[in-house]
């Protein structure tokens, strides 16, 4: 294990910031995953709450303290599966929570989520096939989604892309595997012509929502928590301003799906590149958005401790990423997350020490009754 100060670590890229783990040990609350010279290890925040993050070995969780199943079982499938982006920790983080781990009501909705990923990708595909064939003003089948399966439906797709092929001078079974990979890049994000988003399209979505109400939050006068607000709002915006500069970029290239097709070498590197960019630039911002959705309230106290609670949970930006207009203030973001800790509340996990409020509770209990009386 080795530390590194503050002034030292600020990272310069993704890969050096490594990406978050969904983590339920409260320890391991903001742990991030990264591939060293000596295999995987992760990055925690300094333990007694100061300056600097400690690097350990990815295997010396286990060994370092006690940690919840689901951290046992998305550990062991990390490693079996290689995770090594952000879009496959999603994928992990679902499969556990699949197996029952944190209870019947978060497996069913993973459940549905997973299912909801493999349906999506086959509207991708439908909706990629419709678009591609109008592209290159060819007859389109009628079809519909639900009828997509039906040997009908199947031999007008085929018949179609066959006729295609040969006008792009492209093998029918070539052009066939192009499109199943080009959907299954494309899907997380969808369309930007499809009429429903993809995950990581309706993440940014989200995240310029959640930056609408920090500004809100800025404006309206909370005690001492208005500039905190604002720091968030800023964060939040330039993350929102990157990914929809990323996402335009990508529905551009998808506009040209002809080309795509007949150049394909060229453009399906060029969409692994702009898609892992996408999912790194929106890495972490679930808990944020997550948090916020849950937890809005009405009374302006409530509002200042959700400004407050926000904090710790908002990702450290790569110096490489930021433009010039945020790097200074996205520069502080490590140090003030360091600063806004709550009474009674436990620094690692934003949670309320019980304990620690029953122990001072029974403190003042016992100095009132040994006070002398008038």
Not at 98 to 123: C, F, H, N, W
Not at 163 to 181: G, K, N, P, Y
């Amino acid at each position: 294990m080795r530390s590194l100060k503050h002034s030292d670590f600020h990272p310069k890229t993704w890969a050096e910031r490594g990406m978050a783990v969904p983590f339920t040990t409260p320890e391991l609350a903001f742990a991030r995953l990264r591939r060293g010279q000596g295999g995987r290890e992760f990055l925690l925040p300094n333990p007694s709450g100061g300056q600097g993050n400690y690097v350990l070995s990815w295997p010396a969780i286990r060994a370092m303290m006690p940690i919840s199943m689901f951290d046992r079982l998305l550990y062991d499938l990390v490693e079996k599966q290689d995770v090594s982006t952000p879009l496959m920790m999603r994928t992990a983080e679902l499969q556990v929570t699949a197996t029952g781990i944190s209870g019947p009501v978060a497996a069913r909705k993973a459940r549905e989520d997973i299912e909801e990923v493999q349906q999506y990708q086959l509207y991708t595909t439908f909706t990629l096939t419709l678009s591609l064939l109008k592209a290159a003003n060819m007859p389109e089948p009628d079809l519909s989604v639900a009828s997509l399966h039906s040997e009908s439906v199947q031999r007008q797709i085929k018949a179609a892309l066959l006729d295609l092929a040969a006008s792009l001078q492209i093998q029918h079974d070539e052009l066939h595997t192009r499109i199943e990979v080009l959907a299954a890049l494309v899907s997380p994000l969808g369309l930007g012509s499809a009429c429903e988003a993809g995950y990581l399209r309706q993440m940014a979505e989200e995240v310029g929502r959640l930056r609408d109400a920090l500004r809100e939050y800025s404006e309206m006068g909370l005690d001492d928590v208005s500039t905190l607000a604002e720091f968030e709002a800023d964060t939040a915006n330039l993350i929102h301003g990157l990914v929809t500069q990323k996402i335009g970029q990508i529905d551009i290239m998808m506009a040209s799906l002809i080309n795509f097709l007949t150049s394909w070498d060229t453009y399906s590197e060029r969409l692994i590149s702009s898609m892992l960019d996408l999912s790194w630039l929106l890495d972490g911002w679930g808990g944020p958005v997550r948090f916020h959705r849950a937890a809005q309230r009405s009374s302006r106290e409530q509002q200042a401790e959700l400004v407050v609670d926000l904090l710790p949970r908002l990702p450290i930006i790569p110096s490489a990423v930021r433009d010039g207009g945020g790097a200074q203030k996205m520069e502080a973001l490590s140090v003030v997350q360091r600063r806004r800790v709550q009474p009674h509340t436990d620094w690692r996990s934003g949670v309320v020490d019980v304990e620690q409020v029953r122990r001072i509770e029974m403190s003042k209990a016992s100095l009132s009754a040994a006070a002398p009386k008038n």
